[in-house]
């Protein structure tokens, strides 16, 4: 019902970018769950092109990743973070000067629409009823609310494609769902709305429409989005 | 000794809210929202805690939570109802979850699920809301579905049900009697609804007619007051989680505690939250992701337990406090808790887990 996928090989690749400048070792940034992207799977794609170096949160961590890096893997931990050579959330695509330094997205979250309706035009939507339909439209009630990482500040302000367009996130986020106006188009149940990572919009893009940076996004994304690897 | 962070979650609290809230509904039940790993609570010792406590109703919204739910407190009836439009549905009606569902496809959905237990299912009106429900159009139809299968003997009514949208005490004054509308048409077309909710946390507290058979609590169970400045302590809640942390290091007038936004914070708190250091308040000026920074306080001391948000007792903040500075509501602030904070409880029964 809830997707993000990671791409693994687009983070392999963001690391190869950033470690072609560098002398000193170059550290990975693993810290808070690779960033929400999973740090198991992101610590074996990486081990397996050759990283050696980690940088993580806690040494809670490194128990879990040792196995998975090999005898010869160097750990370090974030109260290092300031004398380390490391690459920051930019090996997922954030934070830096992504689309200059030519660093891809690597989280695409989705969701599938779970009832469509239409309702009247002047009629409020969700909490308070903040935001009212400017026509008689049909609505699209998405399984992603704040309890997942939606901000609610995206209420109103974000956007999310539906259909091959974008759909403005209609009235308050609530704790577990979020609604899309389609105006006078339609939607099926099942349908995917794609929240970002994908169809040029990035994570940065879609969190900077509320006022949040990508990287706190993909960190929030909570465990009711299920991981998923290509 | 915390090691980074903890969220401390005092059952003491989450039983008095509990106690406080049922006496206050009564003769309504209550059921005890616990979706979303109760709101971060950690949902296992939640539920035994409130089980004991006689709690007999639970809200999970989806199906595998509420299975969570059921095999901590066999007797309890467990109501979801946002599950997945093709998930299969039939672990949970099996477990007799109750479901909450808005229009045929749902319907069928959970009838096609059911074995020898029929699947009990809550019909939803929408009365203004506009989220999950049936519009008044589409109310009979859904109704009549419904009937057809109970005859079937594949479904029981077990209840009719909406939502409130508060968005003023007159738009949820229609609600309500769009609600009574929609069940009286029900019955007219010949279904009865054993039991009838409309009302969460803030409409259960304040209206006495918005409460018919069942109220839904979530926020107010965990302590958490709806802002706006009205506290927590003014509806006689106690905040259940307190979330520190601890001083990991000092540079000059500096100091640097081990809790950042891959625990759940926002970067925007910086300079608009306070926390506490001993009995002193400390504005947060920077946060990254594993640490915050804090200014100005050359008194601390590496090891000085930091408390962000808390029942406010000892003169910290209290998530009310916070939301209202950050423009949110404390709920949000409390489900981003991350999973990688370890929670710590106070008052627990021991439990197996």
Not at chain 1, 102 to 111: D, I, Q
Not at chain 2, 66 to 79: D, K, N, Q
Not at chain 2, 201 to 219: I, N, T
Not at chain 2, 245 to 258: C, L, M, P, Q, T
Request: charged fraction near 25%; charge should be negative; aromatic fraction near 6%.
């Amino acid at each position: 019902m809830r997707e993000a996928r990671i791409f693994l090989g687009a983070i392999v690749g963001n690391g190869e970018r950033l470690r072609s400048d560098a002398s000193a070792p170059l550290y990975a940034d693993l810290r808070a769950d690779a960033y929400g992207h999973g740090a198991p799977e992101v610590a074996r794609a990486l081990s397996a092109a050759g990283w050696r170096h980690l940088l993580l949160s806690a040494a809670a961590d490194a128990e879990r990743l040792a196995p998975l890096m090999g005898a010869d893997a160097v750990l370090r931990f974030s109260d290092e973070a300031g004398v380390l050579s490391h690459t920051g959330p930019a090996l997922y695509g954030l934070e830096s000067d992504a689309a200059s330094l030519g660093l891809a997205s690597c989280m695409r979250v989705s969701a599938r629409v779970v009832s469509v309706k239409t309702v009247e035009a002047g009629e409020g939507v969700s909490y308070g009823h903040t935001y009212r339909l400017q026509r008689r439209s049909a609505l699209a009630l998405v399984p992603v609310g704040y309890s997942d990482g939606l901000p609610r500040s995206a209420g109103n302000r974000g956007q999310v494609m539906l259909g091959g367009q974008p759909r403005p996130i209609a009235g308050r986020v609530a704790m577990d769902v979020h609604m899309l106006d389609l105006g006078t188009d339609g939607a099926e149940v099942g349908d995917e709305a794609v929240l970002f990572g994908d169809l040029g919009v990035t994570a940065e893009d879609f969190a900077s429409s509320f006022d949040v940076s990508g990287v706190e996004l993909t960190t929030g994304i909570g465990p009711r989005v299920a991981r998923t690897y290509a | 000794m915390i090691d980074r962070a903890e969220a401390v979650i005092d059952m003491g609290a989450l039983r008095a809210n509990l106690r406080m809230l049922r006496a206050r509904v009564s003769p309504a039940e209550l059921m005890f929202v616990v979706k979303d790993d109760a709101y971060c609570h950690g949902l296992e010792r939640i539920v035994d805690t409130a089980a004991a406590d006689g709690i007999t109703w639970f809200g999970a919204l989806d199906a595998e939570t509420a299975l969570r739910v059921r095999r901590r407190s066999p007797e309890a009836r467990v109501f979801a109802w946002l599950t997945d439009p093709d998930g299969d549905l039939g672990d949970a009606i099996g477990a007799g979850v109750e479901v909450g569902l808005s229009n045929v496809r749902q319907l069928r959905h959970a009838a096609s699920a059911a074995s020898t237990q029929t699947a009990r299912v809550h019909l939803k009106i929408d009365t203004g809301l506009h989220r999950a429900g049936a519009t008044p159009e589409d109310w009979p139809t859904l109704v009549r579905e419904a009937l057809r299968l109970q005859c079937e003997g594949r479904v029981e009514i077990a209840g009719a049900w909406t939502h409130l949208a508060e968005a003023s005490f007159d738009a949820d004054s229609l609600a309500i009697s769009r609600f009574e509308a929609a069940v009286a048409a029900g019955e007219e077309l010949g279904a009865t609804f054993p039991v009838r909710h409309l009302a969460a946390s803030a409409a259960a507290f304040e209206r006495a007619d918005s409460r018919f058979d069942l109220v839904r609590v979530g926020a107010f169970a965990y302590g958490i007051a709806p802002g706006d400045g009205v506290t927590p302590g003014s509806l006689g809640l106690v905040p259940v989680m307190t979330l520190r942390s601890v001083v990991r290091e000092v540079k000059g007038d500096r100091a640097i505690v081990g809790i950042g936004y891959g625990d759940g914070l926002f970067r925007s708190m910086a300079g608009r939250v306070t926390v506490s250091v001993g009995s002193r308040r400390r504005v947060i000026s920077k946060i990254d992701v594993d640490e915050l920074v804090l200014t100005g306080c050359p008194d601390v001391a590496v090891g000085d337990v930091v408390t962000l948000f808390g029942d406010g007792t000892h003169g910290e903040a209290t998530l009310q406090e916070w939301a209202d500075a950050l423009g949110t509501i404390g709920e949000e602030i409390a489900v981003r808790v991350s999973p990688r904070v370890p929670r710590r409880y106070l008052g627990a029964m021991e439990t197996a887990d």
